[in-house]
């Protein structure tokens, strides 16, 4: 009894190998990442990224936009997004409706690709408690809950929402879901005057090992030739 209980111990291992070493052992997915963060003073900050990506066919495509807005320095929000193609070793980026051709050697792009895996991160978790195995995505996790520790030791910000929850594959220990929610008041509730700042954050792993197809634009390449 004893054995067994240390093996259903293990499988509920709540640390997860970094994104970027876990996305790795994949041969193909898609993942959607987002951070929204607003105060009660106007001031935004909202970033999301999708990422389409074959690792055996060397494909990517992406998506990132972001908007920001700042009341006391901005006269109004800046919203950008860039779109990325990449095939093997040629990448084009669409921005602001221009695209940008870059042809690199197999080299080059081994060295990218090498210096891009040396950097690697791992969400917020805080003291993770096990809710249960649920299914995800069409993957088999498990389901933790945890809370941000800390907030206000140093400032006396009080957090109203603190709500964090993350699902573990089972089989690699990489991120398949992610989701935290904080709420911070820079003083007690009721408090006049006090500043108020939302913050919600989301990592969404899907198309595990299902094929991708991606396709450079012809404009990329005619752009270049002219």
């Known amino acids: 009894q004893e054995t067994e209980a240390v093996a259903v111990e293990e499988d509920r291992n709540p640390n997860p190998v970094g994104l970027q070493d876990g996305l790795g052992s994949l041969d193909s997915y898609k993942i959607a990442l987002s951070l929204d963060m607003h105060n009660s003073t106007g001031q935004k900050y909202i970033i999301s990224e999708t990422v389409e990506r074959s690792i055996i066919d060397e494909m990517v495509h992406s998506v990132t936009s972001a908007v920001t807005f700042d009341p006391e320095n901005d006269d109004e929000e800046s919203n950008e997004t860039q779109e990325v193609f990449s095939v093997g070793t040629d990448s084009c980026t669409l921005s602001d409706?221009?695209?940008?051709?870059?042809?690199?050697?197999?080299?080059?792009?081994?060295?990218?690709?090498?210096?891009?895996?040396?950097?690697?991160?791992?969400?917020?978790?805080?003291?993770?408690?096990?809710?249960?195995?649920e299914t995800i995505n069409g993957i088999e996790c498990n389901h933790f809950t945890f809370q941000v520790s800390g907030i206000g030791d140093k400032s006396g910000s009080v957090a109203t929402v603190n709500q964090g929850d993350y699902w573990l594959a089972k089989d690699g220990?990489?991120?398949?879901?992610?989701?935290?929610?904080?709420?911070?008041?820079?003083?007690?509730?009721?408090?006049?005057?006090?500043?108020?700042?939302?913050?919600?954050?989301?990592?969404?792993?899907?198309?595990?090992?299902?094929?991708?197809?991606?396709?450079?634009?012809?404009?990329c390449y005619t752009t270049t030739s002219e």
């Open 97 to 133: 409706g221009e695209y940008e051709l870059e042809q690199s050697t197999e080299q080059e792009k081994e060295f990218r690709d090498i210096a891009t895996g040396m950097v690697d991160f791992v969400p917020l978790i805080d003291n993770p408690v096990f809710v249960a195995e």
């Open 173 to 219: 220990q990489y991120i398949v879901k992610y989701h935290l929610v904080l709420e911070i008041r820079s003083a007690a509730e009721g408090t006049e005057g006090a500043e108020v700042t939302n913050l919600e954050t989301t990592v969404d792993l899907t198309n595990v090992n299902v094929p991708v197809s991606v396709t450079i634009p012809a404009e």
